[in-house]
């Protein structure tokens, strides 16, 4: 049972990456799991970045207008598809499906998350 990242790299600021989570040994739907992107920078402490559940999506100000999550349940992965990055983007991009409850929450970016993935970096740099 575990999570794998994807989709990282190197990219020049204005340019796009779309992350991908892929579920591997249960099935990350969205009435059984919340589904949480989280990053950190070299340095830093880990942060929120956007949060995806059945009628409860939440996004960090950080992203607002310009990260989008969204899930594909047949494919069991969640996207992240990052616009417009900046070099402040740059970090250690991780996933984590939530079992229960299976909501976002308001308390979504302190909440426990399960099942955490090795990462993907994104490198942000000209």
């Known amino acids: 049972v575990h999570v794998v990242e994807s989709g990282g790299g190197l990219v020049q600021p204005g340019g796009s990456l779309t992350l991908s989570c892929a579920a591997s040994?249960?099935?990350?739907?969205?009435?059984?799991?919340?589904v949480g992107w989280f990053r950190q920078a070299p340095g830093k402490e880990r942060e929120a970045v956007q949060c995806i559940s059945g009628s409860d999506d939440r996004t960090a100000d950080s992203v607002k207008g310009r990260f989008t999550i969204s899930r594909d349940n047949a494919k069991n992965t969640v996207y992240l598809q990052m616009n417009s990055l900046t070099v402040e983007d740059t970090a250690v991009y991780y996933c984590?499906?939530?079992?229960?409850?299976?909501?976002?929450?308001?308390?979504?970016?302190?909440?426990?998350?399960?099942?955490w993935g090795q990462g993907t970096e994104v490198t942000v740099s000209s």
């Open positions: 040994g249960f099935t990350m739907d969205v009435d059984n799991y919340a």
């Open positions: 984590a499906p939530a079992l229960i409850p299976p909501l976002c929450g308001s308390t979504w970016s302190v909440r426990p998350f399960d099942y």
